[in-house]
């Protein structure tokens, strides 16, 4: 541009999925767009290591409806598959329970059905009339709810029929047990709230609904790791001529007489912007951004005696070898199942067992690693930093105790094939990614704490603030934060009506 830029301008908090996602629909309403990173390079959650020759993502490596995706790159005037190269994973992963049986979980519906036959013939009637039922709330739950706005209680009203006759009032692994008789099928269809920070126990059966999702649009991985996904998400945004600045943290959002003005940084500099969307913890955005500013419904009492999801410990290790009967996506159990649900969620406390999701990408890439080697990431859900454990001392006893599962379980030879490692634990999310209490998924994803209930896409609190990611409505996981994206871009005036109304408002 070779004058000075008068659209308005919509401030970004944060370059995770929901945020880089918001820019892109924000710009294409032709609103100027400044994203503002806390870290070094994008993708919050989705943040890349890279070591010893070996790449890491950080975070979600498991990618399904990419159909929003392709909407995503629609709106811009672009295509996805120009700049992603996304390869459908079949089995999506494998399940191995601690006696050392397997369920391979593949997208051909017979195919499943022989390995539920398999594991218990009595329940192959009601694995039919389970995947009827995930059909049937995934057609209201995510096609009908999860892009539109929750907010005001009528919505909830609406929603009730549907509610009370898809059981969601209900546990997924409650309503999960109605239909499998076979303890091993319970928690294979039940795990899933898993993957975006619930307690398959407590979390609204409406979750079911990710069997659905699976099989209907596939398990994908973008070659490159996720990583190559934020990186063509941040291409898509500056084409658009959005900007995004690194290294750059927020210390509060200005409030201009109830409405949002723009942000002050760390380092003292006022951004002043029209609207402001955050993109970071939605409790850390209320408790903190917004420390000096009245809060009539997300006061510091309410977002303190709420329920978080669980945290997780991740580590990341290199090996001069290859370990080719390793699958790409695994979930490696421990011997308990609900019980160490409880312990991680309702006490607490930091078990000795544990069970594990391992990721082997270099299955699939082998660009991720050094010729010859493999790159893995494996991760522990375990209880957010309420639980008091001292991660500063418990971090390497427990990669140890991992270390030996993973060495007596799939991965022999192990400890002597290690050639690079690193950690996070629930402390690097509270103070690297700024999550209160250091929760990996934000809000848990319960039955009143989920659409209406949960922190609104438009901010109850300020007007001119909207929010994004996995604290806000639908909540999180890949598909979750990509539709909040669209839910704020629907609620927010395209740049030229934004300007008009700007103008002949009275001053």
Partial sequence: MTGPDNRP?????????????????????????????????PGGRAYVYKQDGFTFDAGPTIITAPYLLEELWDVAGAKLSDDVDLRPIDPFYTIRFDDGDVISCVADLEGMRKEVERIAPEDVEGFNRFVAASKDIYDVAFTEL???????????????????????????????????????????????????????????????????????????????????????????????????????????????????????????????????????????TYRSLLKDHSRKRWTDRKLARSNYSMSLFVWYFGTNRRYEDVYHHMMI???????????????????????????????????????????????????????????KTQAEPYRKAIE?????????????????????????????????KGAAFSLEPQLFQSAWFRPHNRSEEVEGLYLVGAGTHPGAGLPGVISSAKVVADQVPDADAFRTKRVTSPA
Avoid at 404 to 429: A, C, N, W, Y
């Fill in 9 to 41: 301008h919509a401030i970004i908090i944060g370059s995770g999925f929901g945020g880089l996602a918001a820019a892109i629909r924000l710009s294409a309403k032709g609103w100027r767009v400044t994203v503002l990173e806390k870290l070094d390079s």
């Fill in 146 to 284: 999860a892009d539109q706005p929750f907010n005001d209680f009528m919505s909830v009203i609406k929603a009730a029929p549907d509610l009370i006759r898809l059981k969601g009032y209900r546990s997924v692994f409650s309503v999960v047990s109605d239909y499998f008789t076979n303890h091993k099928l319970r928690v294979a269809f039940s795990f899933h709230p898993l993957l975006i920070g619930g307690n398959p126990l407590t979390t609204t059966a409406y979750y079911c609904l990710i069997a659905h999702l699976e099989r209907l649009h596939l398990v994908h991985f973008a070659m490159g790791g996720t990583g190559a996904l934020v990186r063509a998400m941040v291409n898509l945004l500056t084409r658009q001529s959005g900007t995004i600045h690194y290294n750059t943290q927020i210390e509060r959002i200005l409030v201009d007489n109830g409405r949002a003005a723009g942000v002050q940084l760390t380092s003292g500099e006022i951004i002043k912007g029209d609207i402001v969307v955050s993109n970071a913890d939605a409790a850390t």
């Fill in 333 to 391: 159990l421990g011997p308990r199942y609900e019980q160490l649900l409880t312990d991680i969620f309702k006490r607490k406390i930091l078990a000795k067992d544990f069970s594990l999701y391992l990721h082997r990408p270099t299955m699939t890439d082998l660009s991720l690693a050094p010729d010859g080697c493999d790159t893995f990431y494996v991760l522990a859900p375990v209880p957010h930093l309420d639980s008091g454990t001292d991660w």
């Fill in 404 to 436: 030996k599962r993973l060495e007596e379980t799939v991965l022999p030879g192990l400890s002597q094939s290690i050639v690079t490692s690193h950690m996070l634990t629930p402390i690097d999310f509270q103070d690297r990614l700024l999550s209160y």
